[in-house]
Structure formats: structure tokens, C-alpha cells
């Protein structure tokens, strides 16, 4: 875990943020490609999000980056990315983001213990969790069966895609559980006349009775932020990229397909070949461009060609 005193004892740290994270994978993880990814995604997202002030954007970037192979590993990549801030901040005379820094602390600390207890969870218990979860899509199935098959429907293929980018278990465990869970914010408004904006309000809450539950809280962040999107112009936050939780952005993707080939109120349904190509048009502005990529590898889509006459 990072110490409290990481973010106050280092002014006089004037390296550089560059030189400051280039120790890391010599010191903790060796030559490695997840090296790489992981200080990209901290230096591009993390720093970003502590400098902004907001736990919320915080939390998820440091979610983001919580694949790493042992708990230690991520504590030594936040840190080093911590470290190398506040050198820049020092250099630079910037108390601001000195002070965002010792703020974001308990933030940090707060989502590495979740991590943590997540992966107990999953170890000890992932049937009673599964139980638990079948309760309440049958539960769903009482109000509206449509949705309750929607939401096995969206979970399968998530899980699919899940696999086809080689996540570990416990990762598709949380998919497949907040695959099935991620619109039951729906049923607040089944069967009413809502307001213009009610519907966008489904994620939060959703996410807002996942949490009551304790054994299922840690698929909150997964349900709040399914209808981000890649580009930040989605709900509830305007998030964007790595900020969205990444089974968020492959619930999202599945997701969507489903719809497109069961068909809506807004269109009639797709063949999964127009369905496919359709999220290939849309890969970078509103889905993830590596989930989209994996997704039409399982689904053996081929980009369109024309050809010539």
C-alpha cells in the first residue's frame, strides 16, 4: 500500500517525470509490454484525473489499471506515477497539484483496498456470488421477461469478448455478473411516465442499489458507467478512454449489439453482419476501439470492401 507520508516527503524530488517512472519497470517488473501499458495508461489517465480534484474521476483511473498480475505491482506503478507528479509540481512551483496529490490519497488507498477485497471475494465465494445475482435477474423477469433475457444476453456475449481479449477469471466473473445486473436502474422507470432525462439516469441508479448490496458493491463503478462513452461524450460523468471501467466498455459493446440484431423502437432488427459493421463505424467515438477489434474477431466479421467494376 502507498504510505501516507509518499505524497510529503519528496519536495525535494526535482528528477522529472520522465526519469521517475523510467526506474520503475527496471525496479519491480523487468522489461515487460504490461509495463509499458500500465505507466501509458497512468501518465495519460491518472495524473489527468488527480489534477482534476475529482474522487470519482480518480477512483476509475486507478481502476483502470488494477489487471496487473499481483496487488503489489499496482501499488508500485501508482506510486511511481505519484512520484513523478510531484516531482514536476515541485520543479514547477505548483502547490495545486501538490495538494490534489495528498487529497487523492485516501481515494487511492480506498480503491486498492477494494481491489483487494474483490479478489478475496471472487477467490473464496464466486457461486454464492453467482446465486446471488441469479436472484435478482429472476426477480427482474418477474417485472419485464424482455429485459431479463436482455440482460443474460448482454452478459454472455460480454463474457465472449472478455475472453477473446484474454482477461483473467476473476475479471469475467465481474463481467458476467455486472453483465447481467448493468440496466436493472431500468425497472425504476418501467411502467411510468418519466420525465425527458429519466432514462439517462438509469445507470446511476442501478449503480446506487448494486452498492446497498455488499457482496455485489464492487460491480457499482461496472453499472454506473456503462453508457460512457470512448469519446467522453457519454452519461452519467462524460468520461472517457481508460477513465470507463474496461468491462464497462465491453458491456457497452455487447450491449449494443444485442440491440441491433433484436431490434427497438428506434430500428428494426440487423443481420449480425450489418450489426458488426455498424460498431466498426463507430469504434473510437463511442466504443473502444480494442473491445470493437476483439469483438469482430469473435463474431468473424470482415471489413467491407468495394469493389471495383
Given at each position: ?105 485516501s481515494v487511492i488507498e480506498t480503491v486498492i483496498g477494494e481491489v483487494r477485497g474483490r479478489s478475496e471475494r471472487d477467490r473464496l465465494a464466486p457461486a454464492l456470488l453467482r446465486d446471488t445475482v441469479d436472484g435478482y435477474v429472476k426477480l427482474v423477469g418477474l417485472v419485464n421477461k424482455g429485459l431479463a433475457e436482455r440482460l443474460d444476453a448482454v452478459s454472455k456475449l460480454s463474457v465472449r469478448i472478455g475472453s477473446a481479449m484474454h482477461l483473467p477469471a476473476e475479471t469475467l466473473l465481474e463481467i458476467e455478473f455486472a453483465g447481467r445486473l448493468h440496466d436493472i436502474g ?124
Open positions: 500500500m502507498i504510505a501516507s507520508n509518499r505524497f510529503a516527503d519528496h519536495a525535494s524530488h526535482r528528477d522529472g517525470e520522465e526519469s521517475a517512472l523510467a526506474r520503475l519497470p527496471r525496479r519491480a517488473f523487468g522489461d515487460s509490454a504490461w509495463v509499458s501499458l500500465a505507466l501509458k495508461g497512468c501518465a495519460e489517465h491518472l495524473a489527468p484525473a488527480i489534477r482534476s480534484g475529482k474522487p470519482y474521476r480518480i477512483a476509475n483511473a486507478v481502476r483502470a489499471i488494477t489487471h496487473a498480475p499481483t496487488p503489489e505491482q499496482i501499488d508500485d506503478v501508482i506510486e511511481a506515477t505519484c512520484e513523478a507528479m510531484l516531482a514536476s509540481a515541485y520543479a514547477a512551483g505548483d502547490a495545486s497539484t501538490a495538494s490534489n496529490l495528498q487529497n487523492a490519497r431500468i425497472l425504476a422507470i418501467l411502467g411510468t411516465s418519466y420525465a425527458v432525462g429519466a432514462f439517462e439516469r438509469h445507470p446511476v441508479t442501478g449503480a446506487a442499489f448494486i452498492e446497498s448490496i455488499p457482496s455485489l458493491a464492487h460491480l457499482a463503478p461496472i453499472v454506473r458507467a456503462h453508457h460512457e462513452r470512448f469519446d467522453g461524450r457519454g452519461y452519467p460523468e462524460g468520461l472517457g478512454s481508460a477513465e470507463i471501467p474496461l468491462a464497462s466498455r465491453i458491456i457497452c459493446v455487447a450491449a449494443e449489439f444485442v440491440d441491433l440484431v433484436t431490434g427497438s423502437s428506434a430500428h428494426e432488427a440487423m443481420l449480425p453482419n450489418a450489426a458488426c459493421h455498424e460498431l466498426a463505424l463507430r469504434s473510437g467515438s463511442e466504443f473502444d476501439p480494442d473491445v470493437i477489434s476483439a469483438t469482430l474477431h469473435l463474431l468473424r466479421y470482415r471489413q467491407r470492401t468495394h469493389r471495383s467494376a
